[in-house]
């Protein structure tokens, strides 16, 4: 028997709505700027051009894990506890899809967008990517089809995934309690993720989890006394969802017009964000460094 | 054939969202009102932009800024934040005469998402500024 179930992203849109209608009012009895109206309309024009690609290229990748799952290594049963082994198994998968897309330009090109924003509130987890498919981050998932996990239950799961990542967008919620903090991801976790300080660069890319990234080294506590600045290192200034959507593809376009190797050319395309061959770019390696440095030097005269 | 969700909800929610915050002030756009807060802009590590000089643009809507090392940076208002970036792809920079002695500069970059920024400056510091641009081109 085919085993069909529900979207979850389609299913949680009205939720969507309401908890987004929710934070504008909260911060605004708070008197907290939290939403600025052209931000707001690109993060939602890039979350509505999103669910529309997706749903374009929803055969495609139902085909190729379809296809992977027919060469399976074993017959998992649908049962709670193939569910429950597989919302690890996916969420381990996520951990190093994000971290691949802010480590490798390539797929930083279709991340990137997500993190444009200088605002964090709800719609900034709206704000996704158009061209993230077609970047083939979706193959990362293939693997679990091939450990015998059936598609539909990965699909669904991905959904979940992304559902759960809605709610901690949000400046709304200070801390959860402590075993809370340390198992799942957070909205204090996750504003770490997208703050540009370089003590938070590059950390915490749990999708549910934050056990990931405190066992492979990325995690990083939202310190009270720094808080967290939002965007991108080089903030676009635009709203434009056009630009916003493809600004970085048409930066590696260039950068692959002046690259005088393939050396460079690869370093270009899959390199670290900010890489340059005399290694003056501002990678978060770099900027964490030079930061660093600058603290240990400011350290003796205070 | 059967749409997986019905357009008018997400459609519905964006128009219903948008209403709110445009009734709740999010039209708002900043002023840089003094030079310490485009300096603030500039000095975050991740820009690492020791600024020595600053020209803040009459309208308030941008700033310039010049390091020791001749190297020129902007700040300028995107919605209600700053953003700040050194200018090291510059493509023209041209003066523009303004009523009452004021002058606009025009500076151009390769940037795709921000490429332009118009400042309203008086003569003198125009002159000097296109000057600094120019030698930072």
């Known amino acids: 028997m085919e085993l069909r179930l529900p979207d979850p992203v389609v299913m949680a849109i009205p939720a969507f709505i309401a908890l987004a209608v929710l934070e504008v009012l909260v911060a605004r009895w708070r008197r907290q700027p939290a939403y600025e109206l052209r931000d707001t309309a690109a993060s939602l024009t890039m979350g509505l051009v999103n669910l529309v690609q997706g749903i374009l290229f929803a055969g495609v990748i139902w085909w190729s894990l379809q296809a992977v799952y ?190 005088r190797s393939l050396r460079e050319a690869c370093g270009y395309v899959f390199g670290p964000p900010g890489w340059k061959p005399d290694g003056q770019g501002t990678t978060s390696d770099e900027l964490r460094r030079a930061w660093q440095s600058a603290q240990q030097q400011a350290a003796p005269a205070e | 054939m059967d749409l997986p969700i019905n357009p008018a909800l997400p459609l519905g929610g964006i128009a219903l969202i948008l209403t709110l915050v445009w009734l709740t002030g999010g039209r708002r756009s900043l002023r840089i009102a003094a030079t310490g807060e485009a300096a603030a802009a500039l000095c975050a590590p991740e820009i690492g932009f020791d600024a020595r000089e600053i020209v803040l643009s009459k309208d308030g809507q941008a700033a310039l800024a010049r390091d020791g090392e001749g190297r020129v940076a902007v700040v300028f208002v995107s919605g209600s934040h700053l953003a700040a970036r050194k200018l090291d792809d510059i493509a023209a920079v041209t003066l523009l005469p303004q009523g009452g002695g004021a002058v606009r500069l025009e500076v151009k970059t390769r940037a795709f998402t921000r490429p332009d920024f118009a400042l309203l400056l008086d003569a003198s510091d125009a002159g000097v500024w296109q000057q600094y641009l120019r030698e930072a081109a």
């Open chain 1, 70 to 259: 027919d060469w399976r290594l074993f017959d998992l049963p649908v049962t709670p506890w193939t569910w429950l082994a597989l919302l690890f198994a996916e969420d381990f998968v996520y951990y190093w899809f994000h971290r691949l897309s802010h480590e490798h330009r390539i797929w930083w090109a279709a991340h990137v967008n997500h993190h444009s924003s200088q605002h964090y509130n709800l719609s900034t987890a709206l704000r996704q990517t158009w061209t993230g498919n077609l970047a083939l981050t979706w193959m990362l998932w293939l693997p679990l089809a091939l450990v015998g996990f059936p598609p539909a239950l990965i699909v669904f799961q991905k959904g979940v995934s992304l559902v759960y990542q809605f709610w901690i967008h949000t400046e709304q919620v200070k801390r959860l309690p402590r075993w809370i903090e340390a198992v799942f991801n957070t909205p204090s976790h996750h504003r770490v993720h997208h703050a540009t300080n370089p003590r938070y660069l590059d950390r915490n890319y749990a999708g549910i989890f934050i056990i990931w990234d405190r066992l492979f080294g990325s995690f990083a506590a939202e310190d009270d006394a720094e808080p967290c600045r939002y965007g991108i290192v080089k903030n676009l200034g635009s709203f434009n969802p056009l630009r916003i959507a493809f600004h970085e593809w048409v930066e590696i376009g260039r950068d692959l017009r002046r690259a």
